[in-house]
């Protein structure tokens, strides 16, 4: 099993930047392919992007496509999602998730195909 802790969640004015981090612990995050959740207020669970347990490959929701990027370091054991020119509809909590390496294609946008999850970390934007 791993365990998977977000953190980088906060406050920001729309135009602005975060960097959220995803922190695995218990196992590398070699072994998985890494996906990126977020829930707003009302809404349902909606995907963000997954990266290749390798991080040779990266896919996006096109709400996000151009903004958001995905990458890891398999050395520190931590995936990252860089947002960039934030919108007011952004706003939502941001989870990590993460499915094995060995369960073929990496870009699930499916909530349930993921094994574990995060906590999350809460993003507002301010319009």
């Known amino acids: 099993q791993v365990q998977l802790v977000e953190s980088g969640g906060g406050l920001v004015q729309a135009g602005g930047s975060l960097r959220l981090s995803c922190a695995a612990s218990g196992r590398t995050v070699g072994n998985y392919h890494m996906g990126w959740f977020r829930q707003a207020p009302g809404k349902e669970r909606e995907f963000v992007g997954a990266?290749?347990?390798?991080?040779?490959?990266?896919y996006y929701a096109d709400s996000v496509k151009g903004r958001f990027t995905i990458s890891r370091d398999n050395a520190k054991n931590t995936v990252y999602l860089q947002m960039n020119n934030l919108k007011f509809e952004d706003t939502a909590d941001y989870y990590c998730?993460?499915?094995?390496?060995?369960?073929?294609?990496?870009?699930?946008?499916?909530?349930?195909?993921?094994?574990?999850w995060g906590q999350g970390t809460q993003v507002t934007v301010s319009s």
């Open positions: 990266i290749r347990w390798s991080g040779a490959t990266t």
């Open positions: 998730a993460a499915r094995s390496r060995y369960s073929g294609n990496y870009a699930s946008q499916l909530w349930y195909d993921y094994d574990y």
